[in-house]
Nanobody
């Protein structure tokens, strides 16, 4: 079993920055890709960014150029640095591991509980 716990959300002014963190813990063999999603009130959950174990990244167009995803494999942690924040960035941000190997026969898709980011003056 694996748990993902996000932190770093909160209230930030437009144009400001923050860094979200997500730590994976529990009993598992490996996690390859990690990602960040967000869900604004009344909207569907959408992809923000992903990163593979090899460091390959991709970003949603809405955050490209002002966000950066990174990971520290030794600490089982993934980060999302967000700069030049806008009101439309307001959402609950979720850490996601789409394919976690627990055992050879048990694979899981895991979501964190979410952390709220509010961009407002």
């Amino acid at each position: 079993q694996v748990q993902l716990v996000e932190s770093g959300g909160g209230l930030v002014q437009p144009g400001g920055s923050l860094r979200l963190s997500c730590v994976a813990s529990g009993s598992f063999a490996s996690i390859n890709t990690l990602g960040w999603y967000r869900q604004a009130p009344g909207k569907e959950r959408e992809l923000v960014a992903t990163i593979t174990s090899g460091g390959s990244t991709n970003y949603a167009d809405s955050v490209k150029g002002r966000s950066s995803i990174s990971r520290d494999n030794a600490r089982n942690t993934v980060y999302l640095q967000m700069n030049s924040l806008k009101a439309e960035d307001t959402a609950v941000y979720y850490c996601h591991a789409p394919l976690v190997k627990v055992t050879t026969l048990q694979w899981l898709t895991v979501w964190g509980q979410g952390t709220l980011v509010t961009v407002s003056s």
